[in-house]
């Protein structure tokens, strides 16, 4: 496995427990407010390097790779609905909220970064380290 998918899946287990603690933690709490501002800064990040070192090698192949080029449209258009409902939801709760609306949300935020996580992972991750051995 390549250095940066090692890092990539690395971040994203930091994610998802900083977004855990958060949950737990609640919105209520300055600690959980905090939590949640971490977790944003860590997806930004890690998007980031995503975008600046695993795409452009994977839009490269996909130059010569039509189901490839398919697979990166997929994904890219996946990312862009999950992008604007993490950005939403980060708005929503940056100065606190409903305790309860908080629980509901978070937890539907959760599940959809999970399901992407493990998408990318099979798919997206397995295709870099097959470019990249």
Known sequence: MSQLIIELKKEHEVIANILGEASKLGITSKE?????????KGLLAHLKK?????YPVLKKAAQNDQNLGRTLDFYAKDME?????????????AQGGSGMEFAKDIGGLFSTLKSRIRKEEDVLYKEYDRLNP
């Not at 959980?32 to 944003?40: E, F, H, I």
């Open 32 to 40: 959980g407010q905090m939590k949640l501002m971490d977790a944003k």
């Open 50 to 54: 995503e975008d600046d070192q695993l």
């Open 81 to 93: 609905g999950i992008s604007k409902a993490a950005v939403a939801f980060f708005n929503k709760y």
